[in-house]
Structures are given as C-alpha cells and as structure tokens.
C-alpha cells in the first residue's frame, strides 16, 4: 500500500535560517505530490505541487519542493524562514491510478525562532 | 470569492445525540471531502464523492454517514456521537486537477 513518511514530527529552525522538511513516499509510480500548510484551529492550504514536468516546483510563501524519482522523495525548503512560517505541515500523495484518494504523511510542525 | 465553507465552527453535542456538519462550496468541484483530524495528527479521509458517487473508506465506522444533496452541499451525519468521535472535522474540494481546497474546519466537543 501507498505510504508517505516525514522524518521528523518537529523541526525548529531559527529566523533567517534554512527550512528543510523531508518527505519520502513508496510507489514504483510517482504519485501527485503535494505539500499542505495548516495554522492552529484551521483548514489546509495548498503550498505546491507535483504531477509531471519540471521537478523543481516553486510554491507560495517562498517555498519551493524537488521530486526525485531516484530517492522516492519530494523534501520541501525555504531558503530563509520567518515566524509566520510557524506552522504544521504534511505532505501528500495521491496514486497515479486515477482516484482521488489522498495519503497524507504525518505532519511536521515548524518551530521558529527568533 | 469562492469557496469552501463549514458551519457551524464549533460544535457541541451530547453523548449519543446525533449531530450534522455542513459543507458548502462556490467552486463547482466535483469532488467532496470529509476528513477527521485529531490533536497532533494527520486528516484521516472518512469518505468522498465524485458527483453522486460515493465512496466510503474501509475503516470508517457506520456511526459516520454522508450526504450530497447537490453539487455545493455535503454533509456529515454523526448518529451517535462518542468521546472518541472528538475532533475536528475537516470538508474538502477538488477536480480532476486533484488540489484539494480545505474549508476551514468544524471542531466538535462530545459532552
């Protein structure tokens, strides 16, 4: 069965600095990939996404995700975090077999420091 | 704008009283979400229709039924609420582009 691992359940980063969060998914067929952001006590919101093309995929708020089919992964990263980027955020899939159904990895909070 | 809109936010119900969430959209998707998110965890898909097909997940519990009377209106009928069934209810939209628009979630206390 289709899977979506985020290392990591919390990473803390300091204002300024690298933002890293890892995805790996498990499908011999790329999947949609998708990254999700969610503020306290409030829906998900879209920040980029994969089907087919170009793998490096820019998304809003800075963000941008590479696909590599070698690696199964899809890590997200911004180059320079702010406390608004406080957040939760999960990662995707959807299989390449023309459902709708979504597996959504376990979440990473973000922890920003000032 | 459009949109995808839950009410009420908040919900409180009593044990064993049954309960309905509401979902509606100004996005003409095709597809409708309902999703059950505890503290700290990912949304758990309960089930979802494409149009009029509906499409229950294995391990969701019969205490959990859906209805779609129309394109923009879901809802989620809880027939006998337990503690466990405390969480925050999360409805979702999307087309064949497979993105999915979040509303903004209903948070039920079970008393």
């Known amino acids: 069965a289709q899977s979506v691992t985020q290392l990591g359940s919390h990473v803390s980063v300091s204002e300024g600095a690298l933002v890293l969060l890892r995805c790996n998914y498990s499908?011999?067929?790329?999947?949609?990939l998708f990254w999700y952001v969610q503020y306290p006590n409030q829906g998900l919101q879209l920040l980029l996404k994969?089907?087919?093309?170009?793998?490096l995929v820019k998304g809003i708020n800075g963000f941008e995700a590479e696909f590599k089919k070698s690696e199964t992964s899809f890590h997200l990263t911004k180059p320079s975090a702010h406390m608004s980027d406080a957040a939760e955020y999960f990662c995707?899939?959807?299989?390449?077999?023309?459902?709708?159904?979504?597996?959504f990895g376990a979440g990473t909070r973000l922890f920003v420091k000032a | 704008d459009a949109m995808v809109i839950q009410n009420p936010r908040y919900q409180v119900t009593q044990f064993g009283k049954p309960v309905t969430l509401s979902c509606s959209q100004t996005l003409n998707h095709n597809v409708m979400y309902w999703y059950q998110q505890k503290s700290s965890q990912a949304p758990k898909l309960l089930f979802h229709?494409?149009?009029?097909?509906?499409?229950n997940e294995a391990d969701t519990p019969d205490n959990f039924q859906s209805r779609r009377p129309n394109t923009s209106f879901c809802f989620l009928d809880i027939r006998s609420p337990g503690l466990g069934d405390a969480a925050m209810y999360l409805c979702a939209t999307s087309t064949d582009s497979k993105t999915q628009y979040f509303g903004p979630g209903t948070r039920l206390l079970v008393l």
């Open positions: 994969y089907t087919t093309g170009a793998t």
């Open positions: 229709y494409y149009d009029k097909d509906f499409n």
């Open positions: 995707a899939v959807i299989p390449n077999t023309g459902g709708f159904k979504t597996i």
């Open positions: 499908s011999s067929v790329p999947p949609y």
